[in-house]
């Protein structure tokens, strides 16, 4: 493969942030390379569409309508400028091929893997200076009364603790790492721990959950409410997981109403207090189309911010035929074609996610309109054969790849799903059976809540046949409790 099929693949592949960053990259290391926007108004900016049209074959849905994987391949080798590279693409390659192993990452046009800190994006760096918990542990400690010696093992046990916020390692290990060094003993370490956790966030340095509901809830003002929470934390806290509800009503001689409130107050402690702390980055989903309605008519646009239209610098490409040296004339060239590829390459991109959106947007229409229990059946094999593309491209272009509609912001893959037949003789998608699922459960009685059987039955009276089995499994997936677990659950 060569490094201009590598760039153009590897772009397809890219989400919108990662190619916004490959997109700035460029910008910083070729001087070849610029932004439309930044483009002199007097005309002196080189069109890269112009300029290379006798070059350069245009770009087009045709350049990638071949079905046959090989095909496709040598479509995206005649956006290269020499005529040599489509016979250096291997015959027997596909785009099934783990492309990670095909090239090295590190090298060709447009492939950056700098891992240098200067060159990290400023989304990436978005958050990076946020507190973590070691962080706000340590900064009460220091500001605290405690001696230096309580200080060192305020600090060996704030980096025991895990992300979570909970002790990994017993007040016995860290005694035996300090003895060594401190004239301290067991009740030390223990009194210090006890000092941790009641620092904030209330209950860190917990050694279960118990603790570490104990702890909040002994800061509660106190009440019969709080009372009952504290018996069923400490003595029936296994019956709580098990969500044997009935059994802790039993034990604590209380009623429904009772038990919902003290369910209530127990909601309200946080079972993992360094979570609010998670040192974890965002994640920002910028959509690469656009859908909405206009004229009663779906219309797909891309979103033109994840890929700015770039241009050749007409001032540094007309230094070509000045310079004297032969090394800067090389230089020049080299990233005059690695400039033209990029632009290229971006094209091939856009074109070919936008042809992909449009085509599932038409499939399932039904689901802009009416939500998802409208959803289709459609599989990777119905938009390739469409386009005339090969699956696999589609399956690529699909991943980490958002569309903004009217029902929010969906990744491409979402609107494909499997399909069901029902009595009508009609089919039905995987998704919108999930829909009605969780519809139903949705408008079940609390005190008596739909098993998987009941569930099955009702779907049966709306002409969907499908197992209990199956809908067990989709109960599942949605992280739905059964309806033993159901029962009896309050709403928070």
Known sequence: MTPQLQQAIRLLQLSSIELQEEIQQALEENPLLQLAEDADSNGDVYLAEASTQAELPAASTESLSEHDPEQELTAL?????????????????????????VYDSSTGAGSHQDSDSDNQSFLENQGSFSEDLQEHLLWQITMSQLSDIDKRIALTIVQSLDEAGYLCES?????????????????????????????????????????????????????????????????????????????????????????EATITLLRTLQPKPGNA??????????????????????????NQRVTPELQINQMYADLIGQVKTSS???????????ARWLIRSLESRNTTILNVAKAIVERQSAFMQYGEQAMKPLILRDIAEELEMHESTISRVTTNKYMYTPRGI???????????????????????????????????????????????????????????????????????????ERKGLVTT
């Open 77 to 101: 080798s005649e956006l290269d400028t020499s005529s040599q590279m489509e016979s250096d693409i291997p015959e027997d390659l596909s785009l099934d091929t783990a492309w990670d192993d």
């Open 171 to 259: 007040i016995e290990d860290i005694l035996a790492s300090l003895v060594d060094e401190l004239p301290i003993e067991l009740e030390d370490v223990a009194s210090v721990l006890k000092y941790i956790q009641h620092l904030d966030p209330l209950g860190v340095a917990a050694r279960n959950l118990r603790e570490c509901l104990l702890i909040q809830l002994y800061r509660q003002p106190a009440s019969e409410l709080q009372k009952l929470a504290v018996s069923l934390v400490e003595k029936h806290l296994d019956l709580l997981e098990k969500r044997d509800y009935k059994e802790i009503q039993k034990r604590l001689k209380i009623n429904q109403d009772t038990f």
């Open 277 to 302: 702390f998670s040192d974890t980055a965002t994640d920002y989903i910028t959509p690469d189309v656009f859908v909405h309605k206009l004229r009663n008519a779906w219309v797909v646009s891309l």
């Open 328 to 338: 800067d004339s090389h230089y020049l060239k080299n990233n005059l074609q690695q």
């Open 410 to 484: 969906f990744e491409f893959k979402y609107f494909f799903s499997s399909q069901l037949d029902t009595d009508t003789g009609s089919s039905c998608s995987s998704t919108a059976i999930r829909a009605m699922i969780k519809q139903l459960i949705a408008k079940e009685d609390a005190r008596s809540p739909l098993s998987d059987s009941g569930l099955t039955q009702l779907l049966k009276e709306q002409g969907i046949n499908v197992a209990r089995r199956t809908v067990t499994k989709y109960r599942e997936a949605m992280s739905i409790p059964s309806s033993h």
